[in-house]
């Protein structure tokens, strides 16, 4: 397991790579989804940092302080560099490439409707006005392999 500042720099290199950049929100969602998807697709999940369910959808509080300076602006280019070593195996980062792939060009809005849908793992814990409600590991992960049962039995290519 990695970290999810180490997932985040990852998905940061991989859309720098594509020419993506993405904002606070869009890195905070998307290393949330891909932690999601890595359950049923790689067997575990990404990080062991704590997931909340906030007004706005899970967050993971590590990655939001580490990110909010940016507000709503991307995170600078400047700040990433593409060659550098991650640290992270290749069946990972190649994992990550198709989230990326996939996720990367949707909004920070987008992104947070997607995590908002009746039946996720944050609508099944967020309560208003409540602060720092955990979303657990096995509700993520209990969530998105039914998502990938449900995508193969409408035969799907790829679930992500």
Same mark, same amino acid.
Do not use: C
């Given at each position: 397991?990695? /970290?999810?500042?180490?997932?985040?720099? =990852?998905?940061?290199?991989?859309?720098?790579?594509?020419?993506? &950049?993405? +904002?606070?929100?869009?890195?905070?969602?998307? &290393?949330? #989804?891909?932690? *999601?998807?890595?359950?049923?697709?790689?067997?575990?999940?990404?990080?062991?940092?704590?997931?909340? =369910?906030? !007004?706005?959808?899970?967050?993971?509080? +590590? $990655?939001?302080?580490? /990110?909010? =300076? %940016?507000?709503?602006?991307?995170?600078?280019?400047?700040?990433?560099?593409?060659?550098?070593?991650? *640290?992270?195996?290749?069946?990972?980062?190649?994992? $990550?490439?198709?989230?990326?792939? !996939? %996720?990367?060009?949707?909004? *920070?809005?987008? $992104?947070?409707?997607? +995590?908002?849908?009746?039946?996720?793992?944050?609508?099944?814990? %967020?309560?208003?006005?409540? @602060?720092?409600?955990?979303?657990?590991?096995? @509700? #993520? &992960?209990?969530? %998105?392999?039914?998502? @990938?049962?449900?995508?193969?039995?409408?035969?799907?290519? &790829? =679930?992500?």
């Amino acid at each position: 397991m990695y /970290t999810a500042i180490a997932i985040a720099d =990852a998905i940061l290199r991989l859309a720098k790579k594509r020419g993506l &950049s993405l +904002t606070p929100m869009q890195v905070n969602k998307i &290393s949330y #989804i891909a932690h *999601g998807w890595a359950f049923p697709i790689l067997g575990k999940g990404l990080f062991n940092d704590r997931v909340e =369910a906030w !007004k706005y959808g899970p967050v993971i509080p +590590t $990655l939001y302080h580490a /990110t909010k =300076a %940016y507000g709503r602006r991307p995170v600078p280019h400047d700040k990433i560099e593409v060659d550098a070593p991650p *640290g992270i195996d290749q069946k990972t980062l190649d994992f $990550l490439d198709d989230v990326v792939a !996939k %996720y990367g060009h949707l909004s *920070g809005e987008r $992104l947070s409707t997607l +995590t908002h849908e009746p039946g996720t793992p944050w609508d099944q814990t %967020y309560q208003p006005r409540v @602060m720092n409600l955990q979303i657990p590991d096995y @509700m #993520i &992960s209990q969530y %998105y392999k039914e998502a @990938m049962n449900e995508h193969r039995s409408r035969g799907a290519v &790829s =679930a992500i």
